[in-house]
């Protein structure tokens, strides 16, 4: 089946400074990569969605200079979050969809939690 | 606009009986519906999906169910829980993106604790 591997799986940082977190399809393109965030005990938010050599889109509410997306290759995206805050503390997963249809399923990675002291 | 809500944040059951986890969606234009499976630290793994074909959609694990369009409805159910069942279930419809890409829109979750 399709697999998303996402890196790191944990991170501890200190406030004010950034960190990237990198999304992998290792056995797919993934002409479609979302990025989510997920608060304890809630659903999944979603913050924005890339599509390989654009420009991501941001979903309402979420600071795009903040949460930087590079969408390089049909195989990878990464979420730089810049000069963390506690407040963005959370457990961010991202996904991945072969295509851009309705139908296609999205492949979900393992998720990354961000600790910000 | 697409949304979905979950019945019940918790549901128990006993080991070797029925699961029925419930979701209803409101969409403005025919939906595809997904059931979702986390567990603790991990991602989300598909359990299965309805896009317009059969209206009883079958999934791993033993899991199946039923879209109603009438209703509104696309519960899940398994016939007999297991110990490994235990995890929190995302019900989500996919919806038409102005950018003409799918996104996912998630249920609040139903967390489902499964005692000998």
């Known amino acids: 089946g399709a697999v998303v591997s996402q890196h790191p799986s944990r991170v501890i940082c200190k406030s004010g400074t950034s960190v990237k977190i990198e999304c992998r399809s290792l056995?797919?393109?993934?002409?479609?990569m979302f990025w989510y965030r997920q608060f304890p005990k809630q659903s999944l938010m979603l913050m924005a969605t890339?599509?390989?050599?654009?420009?991501?889109?941001?979903e309402q509410g979420v600071e795009k200079d903040k949460f930087l997306i590079n969408h390089a290759s049909l195989t990878l995206s990464t979420l730089t979050v810049t000069s963390a805050h506690p407040e963005d503390s959370s457990f961010y997963i991202c996904?991945?969809?072969?295509?851009?249809?309705?139908?296609?399923?999205?492949?979900f990675g393992p998720g990354t939690r961000l600790t910000v002291l | 606009a697409q949304s979905v809500t979950q019945l019940g944040s918790h549901v128990s059951v006993s080991e070797g009986a029925l699961v029925l986890l419930r979701c209803n969606y409101s969409?403005?234009?025919?939906?595809?519906l997904f059931w979702y499976v986390q567990y603790p630290n991990q991602g989300l793994q598909l359990l299965l999906k309805?896009?317009?074909?059969?209206?009883l959609v079958k999934g791993i694990n033993g899991f199946e169910a039923e879209f109603k369009k009438s209703e509104t409805s696309f519960h899940l159910t398994k016939p007999s829980a297991h110990m490994s069942d235990a995890a929190e279930y995302f019900c989500?419809?996919?919806?038409?993106?102005?950018?003409?890409?799918?996104?996912?829109?998630f249920g609040a979750g139903t967390r489902l604790a499964v005692h000998p």
């Open positions: 996904s991945a969809a072969p295509g851009a249809r309705s139908t296609d399923t999205q492949y």
């Open positions: 056995d797919f393109q993934a002409t479609t």
């Open positions: 890339s599509n390989e050599g654009s420009k991501a889109t941001y």
């Open positions: 969409s403005s234009v025919p939906p595809y």
């Open positions: 309805y896009t317009s074909a059969a209206t």
């Open positions: 989500a419809v996919s919806a038409p993106f102005s950018g003409g890409y799918n996104k996912l829109i």
